[in-house]
């Protein structure tokens, strides 16, 4: 049974940094996508990152580009996103997802391609 869980989520100022991790368990970690995505209040899954755990290869949403960080750790099973320079617009509900086999750069961001998704954890940030 595949399972994620999101950590490290909370309230921060603009400008401020957090990292986010998300521990997997039911599955092979290689040859498999990790994905980040965030949701606000009425809004739609927004991809915002993605690694392959394989060999490393990520993708990144236009709006985090430069200011997040999204890594791995194969030992721990265990994805991280950190974001640096926070803004007010990322503030949302950040979900770890998995796939199996990998995504090319116009198709990482599509929640449908992910069948196994975390609970969530909720970033705030504050002026």
């Known amino acids: 049974e595949v399972r994620l869980v999101e950590s490290g989520g909370g309230l921060v100022q603009a400008g401020g940094s957090l990292r986010l991790s998300c521990a997997a368990s039911g599955f092979t970690f290689d040859g498999y996508a990790i994905a980040w995505f965030r949701q606000a209040p009425g809004k739609g899954r927004e991809g915002v990152s993605c690694i392959s755990s394989a060999d490393g290869t990520t993708f990144y949403a236009e709006s985090v580009k430069g200011r997040f960080t999204i890594t791995k750790d194969n030992a721990k099973d265990t994805v991280y996103l950190q974001m640096n320079s926070l803004k007010l617009e990322d503030s949302a509900v950040y979900f770890c997802?998995?796939?199996?086999?990998?995504?090319?750069?116009?198709?990482?961001?599509?929640?449908?391609?992910?069948?196994?998704w975390g609970q969530g954890t909720p970033v705030t940030v504050s002026s």
């Open positions: 997802s998995a796939r199996s086999g990998p995504l090319g750069s116009t198709q990482f961001s599509l929640p449908s391609l992910y069948p196994y």
